[in-house]
Nanobody, 130 residues
């Protein structure tokens, strides 16, 4: 069982930066292979995957909407996932969710539909004012 808990959301002006975190609580996480992902959802829109990271190799992939502005990373102990968001735009506003999927290898880690991910956090709100 994996438990995920996001934090760090808030309000920021367009052009600003914000870093959100996802604490991962699961025995044996370090030795497991997970595809970790950040999704976001704005009111009236579907949940959108913005970044993924393979927990056992650091492989990363970003959606076109955030590429070059957002950076996904994990700390050395692999117990926390981060999303550094720079040059924020109004359209980045939404609830940001951390998600995890058990995978066999890094090649299985990709921006897949939200239904493919097994574990979810409660979300943290990011609001960008124009």
């Amino acid at each position: 069982q994996v438990q995920l808990a996001e934090s760090g959301g808030g309000s920021v002006e367009a052009g600003g930066s914000l870093r959100i975190s996802c604490a991962v609580s699961e025995f044996g996480y370090r030795n497991s292979r997970y595809c970790m992902a950040w999704f976001r959802q704005a009111p009236g829109f579907e949940r959108e995957g913005v970044a993924v990271l393979y927990s056992n190799g650091g492989y990363k992939y970003y959606s076109d909407s955030v590429k070059g502005r957002f950076t996904v990373s994990q700390d050395n102990s692999k117990k926390t996932l981060y999303l550094q968001m720079d040059s924020l735009k109004f359209e980045d506003t939404g609830m940001y969710y951390c998600a995890a999927e058990v995978v066999v290898s890094g090649s299985d880690c990709a921006l897949k539909p939200s239904s493919d991910f097994d574990y979810w956090g409660q979300g943290t709100q990011v609001t960008v004012s124009s």
